[in-house]
Nanobody, 115 residues
Framework: QVQLVESGGGLVQPGGSLRLSCVGS????????MGWYRQAPGKQRELVAT???????NYADSVKGRFTISRGYVKNTVNLQMNSLEPEDTAVYSC?????????WGKGTLVTVST
């Protein structure tokens, strides 16, 4: 059974940085892509960033230039480096991955940007 486990969330001041990590387990195959989504209170879940198995990346306009997604050295891991964080980045960040046609979700990790 495929599982995704996120780590690295927490409380950070505006302008600060956090690094999220997601580890996938339960599959001998490599994920076709991995990515991060977020859901802020009262809002719909939105794409943050994705990276394919070949290394192609895609970012939401709101995080371009501030966030960097990367595949980890260990198979089926993905990281999200978040810099210059803003209060608007406060949300539950969830890891998403696919072995097409199936997709998988982690339970999420809370990121709070506040003074």
């Amino acid at each position: 059974q495929v599982q995704l486990v996120e780590s690295g969330g927490g409380l950070v001041q505006p302008g600060g940085s956090l690094r999220l990590s997601c580890v996938g387990s339960g599959s001998t195959l490599s994920f076709n892509y991995m990515g991060w989504y977020r859901q802020a209170p009262g809002k719909q879940r939105e794409l943050v960033a994705t990276v394919t198995s070949s290394g192609s990346t895609n970012y939401a306009d709101s995080v371009k230039g501030r966030f960097t997604i990367s595949r980890g050295y260990v198979k089926n891991t993905v990281n999200l480096q978040m810099n210059s964080l803003e209060p608007e980045d406060t949300a539950v960040y969830s890891c998403n991955a696919a072995i097409l046609p199936r997709t998988y979700w982690g339970k999420g990790t809370l990121v709070t940007v506040s003074t």
